[in-house]
């Protein structure tokens, strides 16, 4: 039972243009979500955060959006760089043990 | 450079075999996670130890074990090697205390690709 949803495997976005990736999850329990950036033969870097008493973060190109009532937060990326085609992994928090989605591979279109 | 290290990067070894992963996390931190990606897979969480104690246990494989020894560095000890063990296995590690942010972020290690022939 996935409790970090990533519906969609894979993205692609136009270099200048809005990125925005998505995330569902079902632990109401979950109180901090985060998003990591991986590239290939790395691992995961942690992006940027949010805790759940906020519905917004922003920090420089990249804002998370957390809709607590649907279980869904999203990650923004404004404008989308060739650096940033990577996969995407949301997670989320309760405590210190993290769950992590299946990621989502973001293409950046030249 | 996230400051946690792993070794070996990479690993081939047969199947039957016996493997050790070893992790130092970052100066600080307490915590330690196993994690396993296989191909087109997310992260799958195996287990955690902090301070020395195992703290919670995911989808670790029976033939898997891990431990922490007092100066904080992890092995991850992969026994009766299966074809289906080949993948990435990483290691995070966290502090014990929150962040700014309010909560507590994992710093990954490059990992260690282990493929079983």
């Known amino acids: 039972d996935q409790q970090v949803k990533q519906n969609s495997p894979s993205l692609s976005v136009q270099e200048g243009r809005i990125s925005i990736l998505n995330c569902d999850y079902t632990?109401?329990?979950?109180?901090?979500f985060l998003w990591y950036k991986k590239y290939p033969a790395e691992g995961p870097t942690f992006l940027i955060s949010i805790s759940s008493i906020k519905d917004k973060n922003e920090d420089g190109r990249f804002t998370v959006f957390l809709n607590k009532s649907a279980k869904h937060l999203s990650l923004h990326i404004v404008p989308s760089q060739p650096g940033d085609s990577a996969v995407y992994f949301c997670a989320a928090s309760e405590d210190d043990k993290i769950i992590f989605g299946k990621g989502t591979r973001l293409h950046i279109l030249p | 450079d996230s400051g946690v290290t792993q070794t070996p990067k990479h690993l081939i070894t047969a199947t039957g075999q016996r493997v050790t992963l070893r992790c130092s996390p970052r100066?600080?931190?307490?915590?330690v996670y196993w994690y396993q990606q296989s191909l087109d897979q997310g992260l799958q969480f195996l287990i955690q130890?902090?301070?020395?104690?195992?703290?919670a246990k995911g989808n670790i494989l029976e033939r898997f074990s891990a431990q922490q020894f007092p100066d904080l560095h992890s092995e991850l000890n992969l026994s009766s090697l299966e074809l289906g063990d080949s993948a990435l296995y990483f290691c995070?590690?966290?502090?014990?205390?929150?962040?700014?942010?309010?909560?507590?972020?994992?710093?990954f290690g490059p990992g260690t690709r282990l493929t079983v022939l």
């Open positions: 995070a590690s966290s502090h014990p205390t929150k962040g700014l942010a309010g909560g507590y972020e994992q710093f």
């Open positions: 632990n109401s329990m979950f109180d901090y």
């Open positions: 130890y902090y301070n020395g104690e195992e703290r």
């Open positions: 100066s600080g931190d307490l915590s």
